[in-house]
């Protein structure tokens, strides 16, 4: 199925300094973002306990706020609705006596006369063990984007490997700044997001690039903006399809998945739209930035096949027994 047949070439780079600015302006509001609200860790990242609670009727919120008040391990307490009237989040920061304690017996005895409810979940994490994992996770991020540059560089050629840099971290910059925009949680959920990002985004990035230097390869084109435009034209119905379907899927997650997935729907959501913006107009427009030189290229494959001739030629005289 073809939704673009490949008949006409469509000028995307005509259009790609417009779409830098764009990028540039979103990019730099996230990290606004970011610095004024900053980012909400949860349980997983900043430790704490989490009692998730399921009554039979609407929560009664205000009654369980006075309830709690009774034990000291409730001081400071939060209470929200999750994903609906009749289900309730309480979050608190994790005291040595919540720890050693049952917490889901003692959240039973403070609640006790609020109604007929039941105790979902209990998760409780450490300080110590919340500041590991952040530390990790920050960690994996940076090892997951040396190793696409690397990657990348080793593939094709520095030039490529520094513009699908940029581009995933154009991605996840976006994808923070709409965390903190709507304050998620920030939790292992959506750090597995944002690898899933880094990995969507690179596939499609790759997939331009490997036109791109097919047809800088064989196409007798030697006005590299041309050959990005032909490329992505005729990437566009793969990356359509891809695109669409992967985006209904996850919008499906988001909408009918619970609030246990919803970050993670969310982030993904936004990653999916921005990876498919930024292999079109962020990585390849950086690409034409940096000035590559088609001709060159042809030069140093020339190059390249001459030596190799010479040597296959030498080995065929040393075979033959002829020096």
């Given at each position: 199925?073809?939704?673009?047949?490949?008949?006409?070439?469509?000028?995307?780079?005509?259009?790609?300094k417009l779409a830098m600015i764009l990028s540039i302006v979103i990019v730099l509001t996230s990290f606004g973002l970011l610095a004024t609200k900053g980012l909400n860790y949860g349980v997983d990242f900043a430790g704490g306990t989490i009692v998730q609670v399921k009554y039979d009727k609407v929560a009664p919120i205000d009654e369980m706020r006075e309830k709690l008040k009774?034990?000291?391990?409730?001081?400071?307490?939060?209470?929200?609705?999750?994903?609906?009237?009749?289900?309730?989040?309480?979050?608190?920061?994790?005291t040595t006596g919540s720890v050693t304690t049952d917490v889901g017996d003692v959240t039973r005895e403070a609640l006790a006369g609020t109604g007929?409810?039941?105790?979902?979940?209990?998760?409780?994490?450490?300080?110590?063990v919340g500041s590991e994992l952040k530390e990790k996770g920050i960690m994996?991020?940076?090892?997951?984007?040396?190793?696409?540059?690397?990657?990348?560089?080793?593939?094709?050629?520095?030039?490529?490997?520094?513009?699908?840099i940029v581009a995933l971290v154009h991605d996840i910059s976006i994808a923070l700044g709409a965390i903190a925009?709507?304050?998620?949680?920030?939790?292992?959920?959506?750090?597995?997001?944002?690898?899933?990002?880094?990995?969507?985004?690179?596939?499609?990035?790759?997939?331009?690039?490997?036109r791109i230097r097919e047809g800088v390869t064989n196409g007798r084109n030697t006005e590299l903006s041309d050959i990005i435009n032909e490329s992505v034209t005729r990437t566009l119905a793969r990356t359509t399809l891809t695109?669409?379907?992967?985006?209904?899927?996850?919008?499906?997650?988001?909408?009918?998945?619970?609030?246990?997935?919803?970050?993670?729907?969310?982030?993904?959501?936004?990653g999916v739209v921005v990876g498919t913006y930024s292999s079109i107009f962020v990585a390849s427009p950086i690409l034409l930035a940096f000035g590559f030189d088609v001709k060159g290229y042809h030069i140093k494959l020339a190059s390249k096949?001459?030596?190799?001739?010479?040597?296959?030629k030498m080995r065929d005289q040393f075979e033959s027994g002829v020096m």
């Open positions: 199925m073809e939704f673009f047949k490949y008949t006409r070439t469509f000028n995307f780079m005509a259009k790609s009774s034990s000291k391990i409730f001081d400071n307490a939060s209470i929200t609705e999750f994903g609906s009237p009749d289900e309730v989040v309480i979050r608190m920061k994790t007929k409810f039941e105790i979902r979940r209990v998760d409780i994490v450490g300080p110590k994996s991020l940076f090892l997951a984007i040396l190793g696409i540059l690397i990657y990348v560089a080793f593939r094709f050629e520095w030039r490529f490997a520094v513009a699908s925009l709507v304050g998620l949680d920030v939790n292992l959920d959506v750090l597995a997001a944002l690898l899933t990002i880094l990995g969507y985004s690179l596939n499609d990035t790759i997939i331009v690039f490997d695109s669409l379907t992967t985006f209904f899927v996850v919008f499906t997650l988001f909408m009918f998945g619970g609030e246990i997935i919803h970050a993670f729907a969310f982030t993904l959501l936004v096949a001459k030596r190799e001739s010479e040597k296959q």
